[in-house]
Nanobody, 118 residues
Framework: QVQLVESGGGLVQPGGSLRLSCAAS????????MGWYRQAPGKQRELVAT???????NYADSMKGRFTISRDNAKNTVYLQMNSLEPEDTAVYSC????????????WGQGTQVTVSS
């Protein structure tokens, strides 16, 4: 079993910054790719960014240059640094871990709310 626990969400003014953390525990593979996704009210969940076990990153176009994903493998933690936040970034941000070992393993955290508002 794998547990993903997000933290760091909250209320921030437009132009501000937040840093989200996702701590993984349990039987998570060292090969797991980690990612952040978000879901705004009335919208489908969308990719924010992913990072492989080797550190390769991928970002949604609207997040490039503003968001940075990173991971600390020793701490089994993935981070999302969000700068220049806009009201449109308001959403529940969820952490994801996935890897393939005989079968696809895919886990989600419970999510953390990010609200960008003045």
């Amino acid at each position: 079993q794998v547990q993903l626990v997000e933290s760091g969400g909250g209320l921030v003014q437009p132009g501000g910054s937040l840093r989200l953390s996702c701590a993984a525990s349990g039987s998570i593979s060292r090969a797991a790719a980690m990612g952040w996704y978000r879901q705004a009210p009335g919208k489908q969940r969308e990719l924010v960014a992913t990072i492989t076990s080797g550190g390769s990153t991928n970002y949604a176009d609207s997040m490039k240059g503003r968001f940075t994903i990173s991971r600390d493998n020793a701490k089994n933690t993935v981070y999302l640094q969000m700068n220049s936040l806009e009201p449109e970034d308001t959403a529940v941000y969820s952490c994801n871990a996935r890897w393939f070992e005989a079968t696809l393993h895919n886990y989600w955290g419970q999510g953390t709310q990010v609200t960008v508002s003045s």
